[in-house]
């Protein structure tokens, strides 16, 4: 079979043929390509933003548990300070722990502030404390540093028996060595500050 180009049909045939490749051609080049360069570029934005977005989400969930924590260490913060006394109340402290003993009928024989402790945020100031007295005595003396309004500790708790030499009278049967540790609060300049978003 021969094909005769000069039949307007076959022409007609030819010349829409050849439109519709370059129409193709030119669809293909100049729309299709940039617009998928375009798409393309459009799906890395839009992952991207969703990956921004699902990190916001995760952050916008722990921020209320953050904010409850950080809520529940100030007040926990307030209690250690009402708890802890300041360097002011120091000697008051020191002066409550002697009234104790005193007013428990234990005889000081040793009453030895010794130097302070420093840690992040407070300071111990240990007290070397040797009594005489008898072993109901000392159970009120330690009843009543368990009870102060402040954090004391008591440590290094070691009692031996009073034996009282021939002829000498004595009511006290313990003597104690024991070590009073009193907690006070640095104070800071600056307040806690709650988390920023």
Request: charged share 25%.
């Amino acid at each position: 079979m021969t094909v005769n180009f000069r039949d307007p049909k076959i022409q007609k045939m030819v010349v829409v043929l050849a439109l519709s490749v370059a129409v193709a051609y030119a669809y293909f080049n100049y729309i299709y390509v940039g617009r998928s360069k375009s798409i393309a570029e459009l799906r890395t934005q839009i992952e991207e933003k969703q990956t921004v977005l699902e990190r916001g989400k995760r952050v916008a969930q722990n921020f209320q548990k953050v904010q409850e924590d950080f809520q529940y260490l100030l007040q926990v913060w307030e209690t250690a300070q009402n708890l802890l006394p300041t360097q002011k109340e120091i000697e008051i402290l020191l002066k409550n722990i002697t009234l104790a003993g005193q007013s428990s009928g234990l005889t000081f024989l040793l009453f030895r502030p010794m130097d302070a402790i420093e840690h992040d945020y407070y300071f111990e100031y240990p007290i070397q404390i040797k009594t005489s007295s008898t072993f109901h005595e000392l159970g009120q003396f330690l009843s009543k540093i368990a009870t102060m309004n402040r954090i004391v500790n008591v440590m290094d708790l070691n009692c031996v028996g009073i034996r009282p030499r021939k002829g000498e009278i004595t009511e006290d049967t313990v003597q104690t060595d024991l070590v009073v540790v009193i907690y006070v609060f640095k104070e800071f300049a600056a307040r806690m500050k709650p988390p920023k978003v």
